[in-house]
């Protein structure tokens, strides 16, 4: 079955640092990819996504690209801020559970120290 | 906001006892999800309706799961004769394009 894999947290920088958040899948036939992040107390929300491969999905300062020869989808800010610390579940639809059900990885936490 | 509310958002239960939970989208959408979101691990897909219709269930929908959505638009998930396994945050979402946006979830807690 389809499956997500991410790197284990927590994950601890300093501000301004460079940040990467390795993603990974399994997946039959061509999944669209998301990143979604979920602020201490607050409820999952979309950060990014690509739906084909090649295209670059970005907001807030993160980007992530789409690889289809390496079946990644890699999360990465060039300087993070304390206000960036939360958990970052990477996920995949199009060929999950449920006519484009999601399937997560588990997460990873992201901490940002001053 | 995501345009979808859940209630509760907290639910204290005793093992053995029944809890719903309802899932309310601001606005119309044909398809509505359920995942269940343990701790420290990302959600798990457990249900999808199309309109009124369930037509996916996962294998972790055990028979004391059910879940309905009667006029297409709100939907309950009830979980009967609870156990302590069943601690998790219950989240809902809808679809807008390929996209899906969740409510801010039910957090059960079973003792």
């Known amino acids: 079955g389809d499956s997500v894999t991410q790197m284990e947290g927590p994950v601890t920088l300093s501000e301004e640092a460079f940040l990467t958040i390795n993603c990974t899948y399994t997946?039959?036939?061509?999944?669209?990819l998301f990143w979604y992040v979920q602020y201490p107390g607050e409820g999952l929300q979309l950060l990014l996504k690509a739906t084909k491969a090649d295209d670059k999905g970005s907001n807030k300062g993160f980007e992530a690209t789409y690889r289809k020869e390496t079946t990644s989808f890699h999360l990465e800010k060039g300087s993070v801020q304390v206000s960036d610390s939360a958990v970052y579940f990477c996920?995949?639809?199009?060929?999950?559970?449920?006519?484009?059900?999601?399937?997560f990885g588990k997460g990873t936490h992201l901490i940002i120290q001053p | 906001d995501t345009g979808v509310s859940q209630d509760p958002r907290h639910k204290i239960t005793k093992r053995g006892q029944n809890v719903t939970f309802r899932c309310d989208p601001i606005s119309e959408h044909n398809r509505l999800y359920w995942y269940r979101q343990t701790l420290g691990q990302g959600p798990e897909f457990l249900t999808y309706f199309q309109n009124e219709a369930q037509l996916e269930k996962s294998r972790l929908l055990s028979d004391r799961f059910s879940a309905e959505r009667p006029k297409g638009s709100f939907s309950t998930l009830e979980i009967q004769r609870t156990e302590q396994g069943d601690s998790a945050m219950y989240l809902c979402a809808t679809p807008r394009g390929e996209t899906q946006y969740f409510g801010p979830g039910t957090r059960l807690l079973v003792l």
């Open positions: 996920a995949l639809s199009g060929s999950g559970g449920g006519a484009d059900g999601l399937t």
């Open positions: 997946a039959t036939g061509y999944p669209s």
